[in-house]
C-alpha cells in the first residue's frame, strides 16, 4: 500500500507561482511513474502532468505546457509540481497518483492523494 500526501496549494493571484508537493510513503517509491491531476467543481478530472520513474520523461497537458514543470527526488520519496504564471482557470484540487506507467489517463494510476486545493484569483 502507498499513501501519498500533498501539500502547497493555497490562495495566489494571476500570475503568482506555487509548488505543490506529493510524499510517499513507500520504500518503492522509484519504481512508480507520478502524475499530477486536477478536478475543478462541475468538471471532470483533469490530467496535468506526469513523470516517469528514473524522471527521464515528463509530459505535460498543453494547457500548463511551459509554465508548470514535475519533477522528482527519488532520495525523499517525493514528486513536486511548479506552478508558474498562475491563471484563474487554474483552480482546482490538486491530485497526485503513483503507477506503473507515466500516463495520461488517470484510470491507470493505483494510488491517490486525497489532494490539495489550489485556487487563483483574477
Known amino acids: 500500500q502507498v499513501q501519498l500526501v500533498e501539500s502547497g496549494g493555497g490562495l495566489v493571484q494571476a500570475g503568482d507561482s506555487l509548488r505543490l508537493s506529493c510524499a510517499a510513503s513507500t520504500r518503492t517509491f522509484s519504481n512508480f511513474a507520478m502524475g499530477w491531476f486536477r478536478q475543478a467543481p462541475g468538471k471532470e478530472r483533469e490530467f496535468v502532468a506526469t513523470i516517469s520513474w528514473s524522471g527521464g520523461s515528463t509530459y505535460y497537458a498543453d494547457s500548463v505546457k511551459g509554465r508548470f514543470t514535475i519533477s522528482r527526488d527519488n532520495a525523499k520519496n517525493t514528486v513536486y509540481l511548479q506552478m508558474n504564471s498562475l491563471k484563474p482557470e487554474d483552480t482546482a484540487v490538486y491530485s497526485c497518483?503513483?503507477?506503473?506507467?507515466?500516463?495520461?489517463?488517470?484510470?491507470?494510476?493505483?494510488?491517490w492523494g486525497q489532494g490539495t486545493q489550489v485556487t487563483v484569483s483574477s
Open positions: 497518483a503513483a503507477g506503473p506507467f507515466a500516463r495520461t489517463d488517470h484510470t491507470t494510476y493505483d494510488y
